[in-house]
C-alpha cells in the first residue's frame, strides 16, 4: 500500500496569515500516462464528510476559493492556504489515487491563532 | 447537482451484519466514468477506504484487504442505489462510514454522502 504521511499534524496560524500543509507519499504518484500526479487534498469541518479541495496535486476543485493552492511533485506535495480565514478551521487530509487500495494521510488540524 | 443520500443502519450488535445504502441522484450508478465507494472514520484507524463497485460493460467489485474476507457491495440498479454489508462486526468496527463518488476524469471523490454514525456494542 502506499503511505501518506502528513506533516505537522497540527498548525496554529493567525487570521490572514499562510498555512503550509505537507504531504509525503512512499512512492510516486505520477501516472505516466497523462503526467497528472494523482494527489487529491480534502478539508473536513467537525460533523461534515470530507470536500473535495483539489485534485491532479495543483486543480483547484469548482467553487474553491483562490487562497487554497496545491503543488509538488513525484512524493512530495504541499497544499497552502494563503491568507487563513476564520471559516478554514478544518482537518485537512491528502489522499492517492494512483493506486489501491486507495489511502489517506493522517490529517493536519488547522486551528485559528 | 449529485446528491447521496446514506441509509442510517439502527442498532448493531457485535457478530451480526452491518448494513448500508447509499441513494444516487443526479447521476447514474451505471455510469462508465464514477465508481461508488465506501469508507470508514475513526479515531484509531483514520479515514480508511473500504472497497468500491463500478460499471464498465460489466459490473466489478474491488474490496480494502482489511475486510476483503467480510465484505459485500451489491450495486441496484433498479433504484439507483448501492449497499454495503459487513458480517461479524465487532467493536473495531466502531466508525462513521461514508459512501462516495469517485470521479474517473478528477481521480478523486468528488461528492459524499453525509456520513452515518455506526455503534457496534452488546
Known amino acids: 500500500d502506499i503511505v501518506m504521511t502528513q506533516s505537522p499534524d497540527s498548525l496554529a496560524v493567525s487570521l490572514g496569515e499562510r498555512a503550509t500543509i505537507n504531504c509525503k507519499s512512499s512512492q510516486s504518484v505520477l501516472y505516466t500516462s497523462d503526467n497528472n500526479h494523482y494527489l487529491t487534498w480534502y478539508q473536513q469541518k467537525p460533523g461534515q464528510p470530507p470536500r473535495l479541495l483539489i485534485y491532479?496535486?495543483?486543480t483547484r476543485d469548482s467553487g474553491v476559493p483562490d487562497r487554497f493552492s496545491g503543488s509538488g511533485s513525484g512524493t512530495d506535495f504541499t497544499l497552502t492556504i494563503s491568507r487563513v480565514q476564520a471559516e478554514d478551521v478544518a482537518v485537512y487530509y491528502c489522499?492517492?489515487?494512483?493506486?489501491?487500495?486507495?489511502?489517506f494521510g493522517q490529517g493536519t488540524k488547522l486551528e485559528i491563532k | 447537482q449529485v446528491h447521496l443520500q446514506q441509509s442510517s443502519p439502527g442498532l448493531v450488535k457485535p457478530s451480526q451484519t452491518l448494513s448500508l445504502t447509499c441513494a444516487i441522484s443526479?447521476?447514474?450508478?451505471?455510469?462508465?466514468?464514477?465508481?461508488w465507494n465506501w469508507f470508514r472514520q475513526s479515531p484509531s484507524r483514520g479515514l480508511e477506504w473500504l472497497g468500491r463497485t463500478f460499471y464498465r460493460s460489466k459490473w466489478s467489485n474491488d474490496y480494502a484487504l482489511s475486510v476483503r474476507s467480510r465484505i459485500t457491495f451489491n450495486p441496484d440498479t433498479s433504484k439507483n442505489q448501492f449497499s454495503m454489508q459487513l458480517n461479524s462486526v465487532s467493536p473495531e468496527d466502531t466508525a462513521v462510514y461514508y459512501c462516495?463518488?469517485?470521479?474517473?476524469?478528477?481521480?478523486?471523490?468528488?461528492?459524499w454522502g453525509q456520513g452515518t454514525m455506526v455503534s457496534i456494542s452488546s
Open positions: 489522499q492517492q489515487y494512483h493506486t489501491t487500495p486507495w489511502t
Open positions: 443526479g447521476d447514474s450508478i451505471s455510469s462508465n466514468s464514477a465508481s
Open positions: 491532479w496535486a495543483s
Open positions: 462516495a463518488r469517485g470521479s474517473s476524469s478528477l481521480r478523486a471523490f468528488d461528492i
